[in-house]
C-alpha cells in the first residue's frame, strides 16, 4: 500500500510541475496569428425561400410556392455577395394542360440573378436579396417574356 501511495504522491507532483511549466511558457510566449481572435465575418446575404429560411448557395428554389409549378433546379452559383449572386440552372414549370394537376413540367436552361440587398425584418441581423431575375437562354415557357423577374420574401 505504501508503494501505490508513493507511486500516487510522485504522479501528482509531476503533472503539477508539468502544468507549471506549461503556464509558464504559454504566459512567456507572444502572441501569434493562431492565438489571436479572429474577427467575426458579416452572415453572408440570404435568399429566403416561401418557408422563410435563410439559403447560401442553394442547389434548388421553388418559385411558385402556393403550388410548386415552378421551381429552380440544378443551381450551380458563380457569383455571391453584398452586390447580387449569379448562377446556371434549369427553371422546372408545370404547362398546367389541361390543368395543373394533369400538367406536364417542362425544363428551360435559365440564368438567375439576386439583387437589391436588404435587411431581412424577420430577422433584422440578416441582409436578404430582395428580387430574383430569371433570364431564359433558350425556349421559354409560352406566356413569360425572355426575362422575368419576381420579389422575394421577406
Known amino acids: 500500500m505504501r508503494g501505490s501511495v508513493m507511486g500516487t504522491a510522485v504522479t501528482l507532483a509531476a503533472g503539477t510541475l508539468l502544468a507549471a511549466a506549461m503556464t509558464t511558457t504559454t504566459a512567456a510566449s507572444p502572441p501569434t496569428a493562431a492565438s489571436t481572435p479572429a474577427k467575426a465575418s458579416p452572415a453572408p446575404t440570404v435568399l429566403v425561400d416561401c418557408y422563410f429560411h435563410r439559403n447560401v448557395r442553394p442547389e434548388d428554389f421553388i418559385l411558385a410556392c402556393g403550388d410548386g409549378n415552378s421551381r429552380l433546379i440544378d443551381l450551380h452559383w458563380t457569383e455571391w455577395g453584398p452586390d447580387g449572386a449569379k448562377a446556371i440552372g434549369v427553371n422546372m414549370v408545370n404547362d398546367c394542360k389541361p390543368y395543373c394537376a394533369a400538367g406536364t413540367f417542362h425544363a428551360y436552361p435559365v440564368v438567375i440573378r439576386l439583387n437589391g440587398q436588404q435587411k431581412w ?33 421577406d
Open 121 to 153: 425584418h424577420r430577422h433584422p441581423s440578416f441582409q436578404r436579396f430582395a428580387d430574383i431575375s430569371l433570364t431564359y437562354t433558350g425556349g421559354r415557357p409560352d406566356t413569360f417574356k425572355q426575362v422575368v423577374t419576381y420579389p422575394l420574401w
